[in-house]
């Protein structure tokens, strides 16, 4: 059940970046790094293991990924521009510092 809710809760952190990173390009794409670390994080902390934050990053990789490539109707959520490529590259690596900070 932890397993469930830590993905979850990693998508819907990813769900919630993918929408704030193009708003005020600077301001978005900051506050959607800030708040995938402090998310991740807490999630170790809450549940103690670092194997959680792991799935918590799996499931907002997995969103993030999505995201940024193709739909039915051609549609992306995360364009190549600057904002789109800091969040996809730099937020993996803030995601991966996450996980392997102590819990």
């Avoid at 995938?36 to 799996?58: E, N």
């Avoid at 995360?78 to 996450?98: H, K, M, P, Q, Y």
Wanted: with cysteine.
């Amino acid at each position: 059940m932890r397993a469930l809710v830590s993905l979850l809760f990693g998508a819907v952190v990813a769900l919630g970046a993918t929408l704030i990173h193009p708003t005020r390009p600077p301001i978005g794409v900051i506050l959607a790094l800030i708040g995938t670390y402090m998310c991740i994080r807490w999630v170790g902390r809450y549940f103690g293991k670092k194997r959680y934050k792991l799935i918590a990053l799996f499931g907002w990789f997995i969103v993030i990924v999505r995201a940024g490539t193709f739909g039915v109707g051609k549609e992306l959520l995360i364009l190549g521009d600057n904002s789109g490529t800091a969040l996809l590259f730099i937020g993996f690596i803030i995601g991966v510092i996450a996980v392997l900070q102590r819990a």
